[in-house]
């Protein structure tokens, strides 16, 4: 199963028909199962929806309006598989500026069936500033997962944080691992570090190959793409 996340880089008020091209290319061209965006706007999503047959789409906004500022943490998975259960929550507890996050950030969350196989999958986009607010969003994070511990899954997204910090090896523990841990090459342009974005994975899922793609100019983001197999 091959399995992409990227970071598309809201940039709605200078959208170009060149990024919404480029973006359409690199899916007929990677012809992944699945896709988890983050910093996808409204207008690129509905793009997505009308050039693109062989998938669908989920995933609700954070602030579920049309606006500039509005972004979806959306999925996009082929059609041959079976959508179980979808939803969007919030990482906050009562306040969309809770932990002093800048927005109010969400969670994707996808249940899936793919030849009698059951999985699920968590896509995500945490706080760019403070490692407090992270930490907090962490937490929340894992208090879904909790619920559904028997199921194998996959998490994905902008961590806005690299593979040593703290927040991130509480978070993995002893149950979850980054699929990407060996990585040196950054996946956010211009800035040199370890990767921020992640694919982590449950145990009973082994990762084949993982790789950023370095090629693809689109966001200020490379994608990660990584071939996933469900143990039986």
């Not at 954070?62 to 919030?90: A, G, H, M, V, W």
């Not at 523990?173 to 974005?197: F, M, R, V």
């Amino acid at each position: 199963m091959k399995i992409v996340t990227f970071n598309l880089q809201n940039d709605l008020i200078k959208e170009t028909i060149d990024k919404k091209e480029l973006l359409i290319n690199f899916i007929k061209v990677e012809n992944p199962d699945i896709i988890c965006f983050q910093e996808l706007n409204f207008k690129l999503k509905k793009y997505i929806e009308e050039n693109i047959q062989n998938y669908i789409i989920v995933g609700t906004s954070r602030y579920q309006t049309n606006s500039f500022i509005d972004e979806y943490n959306s999925i996009l998975i082929k059609k041959d598989i079976d959508l179980l259960e979808t939803k969007t929550f919030p990482l906050y507890k009562r306040f969309k500026h809770d932990f002093f996050s800048v927005f109010p950030r969400i969670c994707t969350y996808i249940k899936l069936k793919k030849a009698n196989q059951t999985f699920q999958i968590y896509n995500t986009h945490l706080d760019h500033l403070f490692n407090y607010t992270r930490k907090h969003q962490l937490q929340i994070l894992k208090k879904h997962l909790k619920h559904h511990e028997d199921i194998p899954t996959i998490i994905t997204g902008d961590f806005n944080m690299t593979k040593n910090n703290p927040n991130l090896e509480n978070f993995l523990e002893s149950k979850l691992i980054n699929t990407g841990s060996s990585l040196t090459k950054s996946t956010l342009k211009y800035i040199h570090h370890l990767p921020i974005d992640f694919i982590i994975t449950s145990k009973n899922i082994k990762c084949q190959s993982i790789k950023i793609d370095q090629n693809t100019h689109i966001s200020d983001h490379y994608p990660l793409i990584a071939h996933l197999k469900l143990n039986s």
